[in-house]
C-alpha cells in the first residue's frame, strides 16, 4: 500500500512539474502579438519584414540577443532544453527548414561541464513559400501576419532557469 501511495504521490508531482509552466490567460487568446519578445534572459524580433518576391518564397530571419551574462543553450545541445524557433504562418504559407547558427562551447565554472550555447546575438532563418492563395491574398491586403514561437533555456554563470517560451508577430510583404 506504501509504494502504490508513493507511486501516486510521484505521478501526482511529475504532472505539476510539466505543468507548472506558466500559461496565458484565457482572455489574453486573442490579444495581439507585439513585434517582439523580451523575457529575464532575452531579446528577440523579426529582422524586419518578410519580403517575397513574385515566384512566393521568403525568408523569416530572427534576431536573438541574449541578455548580459546569460547563455542560451544552443540547438544541437544535449541535456538542455535546446533553443528552437517554429515559424506559425498565416493559411496558405508552407514552411522550409530552420537554419541555426554556429554555437559556442561554454564551461560552466561551478562544475566544469561543457554545453553548446548562444552567448552574443545570432540569428535564426527559415524559409517560407506563399501557395497561389496566399498570394491573392497578399495581393489584395498587401500584407500577411503570422507568428514566431521560441523555446529556450537560458543560464548565467550560477544558475539555470526553467525552460521559457515567447512568441512574437511577424509579417510578410511584397
Known amino acids: 500500500m506504501m509504494m502504490v501511495r508513493t507511486l ?7 504532472s505539476v512539474t510539466l505543468d507548472a509552466q506558466p500559461k496565458q490567460p484565457s482572455f489574453l487568446a ?4 507585439n ?10 524580433q523579426a529582422e524586419g519584414p518578410v519580403r517575397v518576391g513574385a515566384d512566393g518564397r521568403g ?3 530572427v534576431v536573438v540577443t541574449p541578455k548580459p551574462g546569460m547563455h542560451v543553450y544552443a ?5 538542455y532544453v535546446p533553443f528552437t524557433m517554429k515559424v506559425e504562418p498565416p493559411a496558405g504559407v508552407s514552411t522550409g527548414k530552420v537554419t541555426y547558427p554556429a554555437a559556442e562551447t561554454y564551461v560552466f565554472p561551478p562544475t566544469g561541464e561543457t554545453s553548446r550555447v548562444y552567448m552574443t546575438p545570432f ?3 527559415q524559409a ?10 497578399l495581393a489584395a491586403e498587401g500584407r500577411l501576419d503570422g507568428v514566431v514561437t521560441l523555446r529556450y533555456q537560458a543560464c548565467d554563470d550560477t544558475v539555470c532557469y ?4 515567447g512568441r512574437f508577430a511577424f509579417e510578410i510583404i511584397r
Not at 75 to 79: L, Q, R, T, W
Not at 128 to 137: D, Q, S
Not at 162 to 165: K, M
Open 8 to 14: 501516486g504521490l510521484g505521478l501526482l508531482l511529475a
Open 128 to 137: 517560407i513559400v506563399l501557395g497561389p492563395e496566399a498570394r491573392k491574398t
Open 35 to 44: 513585434p517582439r519578445v523580451g523575457t529575464l534572459h532575452l531579446e528577440a
Open 75 to 79: 540547438a544541437d545541445a544535449e541535456g
Open 123 to 125: 540569428r535564426v532563418a
Open 59 to 61: 525568408t523569416v530571419r
Open 30 to 33: 486573442d490579444a495581439p502579438l
Open 162 to 165: 526553467r525552460p521559457a517560451t
